[in-house]
């Protein structure tokens, strides 16, 4: 029981031989043997459809989020009723004037340009 032989774990050639050799002998024998993997092939394809549809209903969920997302973002061109696009071109238009009518109100305002500046809670 203690020999070299019984530790030994890789199959010696002629173990090899013999079992290629039952192999054939088992195909001569039996003529389906070649057809055995289709003993499994239910299973096998049942495992196939799962996850083709597992597959299938992750692209939905996908596309449904895909779609929500799109949902909730603002696009003018596609949100906004057809009237306000012309209000938006309006806007565009428009500019910011060159600062001579502030000019104007600053020069004729009644407030006191030497006043201390208003913090709400204090009292003077």
Not at 2 to 12: E, I, K, Y
Not at 101 to 122: H, Q, R, T, W, Y
């Amino acid at each position: 029981m203690n020999g070299p032989d019984l530790g030994s774990t890789a199959p010696s050639p002629a173990a090899q031989d013999e079992q290629a050799a039952s192999g054939r002998d088992e195909k001569e024998n039996n003529p389906f043997a070649e057809y055995m993997w289709m003993e499994n092939e239910e299973d096998f394809n049942r495992q196939v459809e799962e996850e083709l549809q597992e597959q299938e209903f992750l692209d939905r969920c996908f596309q449904e989020m895909l779609e929500e997302e799109d949902q909730d973002w603002f696009i003018p061109s596609r949100d906004l009723p057809q009237g306000v696009g012309q209000l938006q071109q309006q806007l565009n238009g428009l500019s910011v004037g060159d600062g001579h009518a502030s000019e104007d109100i600053l020069s004729k305002s009644n407030l006191n340009p030497d006043a201390k500046e208003f913090v709400p809670g204090v009292k003077y």
